[in-house]
């Protein structure tokens, strides 16, 4: 495995891996590649891999459909299949292209990403902050889509693209009610309160910002890691601070113990582990080496989410999973068929933006070292014993996949979240979220939340 950024299970128990090789400043050479790993005899170890699409330009993201994949490779949206069963795609197609800014410099950290199934039958994705004029291949530019300052989502089948609230950086998920959440490298966990598709049109009102922080402590709140810190992060730090390089002087000059690197929040939404972890989140930090861990919880009703260590781990200074290796690096996460968390560990020497190293710095490192290496770790509750792949009720994986394999079939479910709720479909629960709007210094606005 190499450089695993992204992971897909299909209907059969498949494994796509999109690994971004060209990671950071080798884009040109289209390095990147899905690969597809096969556990042949059912022991929930892969024995079987086959390189399923290849020479892509940083490819991010992968999303199954239709016995194929969607493909996040900035500036396209792909769609790769495999039709005579030998484990390579045959078909591709160009579904979408223009994500990014036209003529500029694509920033490998903040492409588009995060492709998934959503709770409306859509496919959903993040523009990573970079947004992009985007429209199907032959359709003239004077009709693209602007997604400046916006996530999307569009129907697999018509091709409809709509923006949507958003943006992430690396990093959005839908927990089990499909509330969806986001992250970005210094703010590590936020949700979001509303969707366009919610709300009528008021020319009159401006609505409050749908991306809401709802970490306890903050954005970039203190981690706790084990691995040493780096020699030329704490130079770097000593410069900023002294003024000798530009850069933003993060944590009041600390080198490291808040999140500067946070990525691919994942909302646990698998059986494996006990119900107390049911729509939690899970983030990396991935330049502090470790995964941390959050509880999402609704105080006396409230309509805004707070998210909170587990009791007692902010005393014992540690986090759910970190490392000694400075090496670690878990830039994503996914719910597998069986229940358990899998973590791409991209295992990389040098995960720093390349544009935020200072040229003294830069020319002593060797930012490809690690190119050739990658890991994915499942993590297994104890005691668990791996379950037969097959659909359970527990678990939100087999859920959404199947009302994805429904849809395939032209038999839809009803959207997960039906518009206009705020977690439900019942009257209260709309006017629970109308008022939420209200004391959100929005009281003209009127919302399909009002509507019986």
Request: hydrophobic share 35%.
């Given at each position: ?429 709309r006017w629970a979220l109308a008022f939420a709007l209200h004391e959100m210094n929005t009281p003209e606005v009127m919302t399909k939340a009002w509507r019986t």
């Amino acid at each position: 495995m190499t450089d695993p950024v992204d992971l897909e299970f299909d209907a059969e128990g498949r494994l796509f891996v999109v690994e971004m090789r060209g990671y950071s400043e080798r884009r040109e050479e289209a390095l990147g590649r899905i690969k597809l790993l096969i556990d042949e005899d059912g022991d929930g170890l892969f024995d079987k891999a086959t390189i399923y699409a290849e020479n892509l330009k940083w490819p991010t993201s992968a999303c199954c459909y239709d016995g194929g994949v969607f493909v996040a490779a900035s500036p396209d949206l792909l769609y790769f299949k495999d039709t005579d069963g030998d484990g390579v795609a045959e078909v591709k197609k160009t579904v979408f292209t223009g994500f990014g800014p036209a003529g500029g410099r694509l920033n490998m950290q903040a492409l588009l990403n995060s492709l998934q199934w959503g709770p409306d039958n859509r496919i959903w994705g993040t523009t990573g902050r970079l947004g992009g004029q985007v429209r199907r291949p032959g359709q003239p530019a004077s009709e693209a889509l602007d997604l400046r300052g916006a996530d999307f989502s569009f129907d697999p089948v018509s091709l409809d693209l709509r923006p949507e609230n958003g943006t992430a950086q690396f990093g959005m998920s839908f927990d089990s009610e499909g509330r969806r959440y986001l992250c970005s490298n210094s703010n590590h966990l936020q949700w979001v309160a509303w969707e366009r598709s919610w709300l009528d049109d008021n020319p009159y009102h401006r609505m409050p910002s749908p991306v809401v922080n709802v970490a306890v402590g903050g954005g970039a709140a203190p981690v706790f890691r084990s691995s040493p810190d780096e020699p030329w992060r704490i130079v770097r730090t000593r410069w900023r601070v002294s003024g000798v390089v530009k850069g933003i002087v993060e944590g009041g000059g600390r080198v490291s113990g808040y999140f500067t690197s946070a990525s691919g929040v994942t909302l646990y939404v698998g059986d494996a582990f006990p119900d107390s972890y049911r729509d939690t989140a899970f983030i990396g930090d991935v330049g502090s080496n470790l995964v941390h861990h959050k509880v999402i919880h609704r105080r006396n009703g409230a309509i805004q989410p707070l998210a909170e260590r587990i009791a007692g781990e902010f005393d014992k200074r540690t986090e759910f999973l970190r490392s000694e290796d400075n090496w670690f690096r878990p830039v994503n996460f996914a719910n597998g068929p069986d229940g358990c968390l899998y973590v791409c560990d991209m295992y990389r020497e040098v995960i720093e933006h390349p544009w935020s190293l200072p040229a003294g710095i830069k020319r002593h490192l060797d930012l490809n070292s690690g190119n050739d290496r990658g890991r994915i770790w499942r993590i297994v509750p104890a005691g668990h014993s791996r379950p037969p792949h097959s659909r359970r009720p527990d678990n939100g994986w087999w859920r959404r996949l199947h009302r994805r394999l429904a849809y395939e079939k032209g038999s839809p479910a009803e959207p997960l979240l039906p518009q206009g709720s705020a977690g439900g479909a019942n009257l209260e629960d709309r006017w629970a979220l109308a008022f939420a709007l209200h004391e959100m210094n929005t009281p003209e606005v009127m919302t399909k939340a009002w509507r019986t």
